[in-house]
């Protein structure tokens, strides 16, 4: 094992601690690679961290996160519990709605982009319905819900649900339902059918089985679940890419194509490796307890 072990570190971690030093160093333009440390020490983080930018890409891709696992780990579980109880069909219905998983997410924001453009798609049927200035969508500058106005301090954005992002967490969440009903049938298999006609012989309804039988059992799925959508979604790039861009105003920027344009356009190898640095330390706050918790129950298994 110690060759694969020796690889695993030079190339996964050796190159993170690499990245990490690029951001601490004043490294800026790829023809010219400086490694020596910045001062004063941290000034790259300071100085992305006060960028309305990068602000408005922290504040897009907590906003998506937390709309996306709503949308998609509900969505996935009503769609597990339908298919769970089809008698005549079920392998139809399971293929049909787990398809948009085998797209790529050109192809989904391609047809999205489609769906959501304002002079067209939705706004067509909203229209017929009686609203006469529908969103914009993805060119919508509009903060929905706004918890807390910029000012001239620090922080210089909004604080809210940004309109544009809306489309792109649907488009994200119609695809990756299907990954999530697939994870919830695999745990509705494996609940015992004693179980639920024990429950029933005592008089238990649909809902009771389902709030104290069937969720229970499938806690360990939902927090499965929601870690690994929470890495697709933390480094959502092409979907974005595909559907709007940046936005005006950065009004769906990301991180991903923050570090694209850094590293690629702007000459800023520091502020992008920063910028990565920033999105793995993220990942690792709810990914690493996960992993310690996961380890603990191995351990006491054994």
Known sequence: MAPSLLLAFVFVYGFIGFS????????????????????????????????QRFQADMRNVIVFTVLFLLITVAGGLVMALLVHHVVVGKG?????LLLPYALSFIVTGVAFR????????????????????P???STDTGVALTLHHAGSGFWQIDLGI???????????????SGFAMAMYLAGLAGIPREELEASSIDGAGWWQQLRHIILPQL???????????LHTSLKIFDLVVAMSGSGPGFVTDVPGIYVYDMMGRADRYDKGSAAAIVLLLTACVFVVP????????EGKGA
């Not at 139809?92 to 049909?96: G, I, K, S």
């Not at 806690?219 to 959508?229: A, G």
């Open 92 to 96: 139809l219905f399971r293929t049909v």
């Open 290 to 297: 996960y992993l310690i918790r996961v380890y603990r129950k």
């Open 20 to 51: 990490g030093l690029i951001s601490l160093s004043k490294w800026k333009r790829p023809t010219r690679s400086d490694l020596a440390l910045r001062s004063p020490f941290g000034g790259t983080y300071v100085e992305m961290l006060k960028e």
């Open 162 to 176: 940004p309109v544009a992002i809306i489309p792109i967490v649907i488009a994200a969440a119609w695809q990756l």
């Open 114 to 133: 489609w769906i959501f453009n304002p002079s067209s798609g939705v706004n067509v049927w909203l229209g017929d319905l009686g609203i006469t200035h």
């Open 219 to 229: 806690r360990p799925i939902t927090v499965t679940c929601l870690i690994l959508l």
């Open 135 to 137: 969103p914009k969508w």
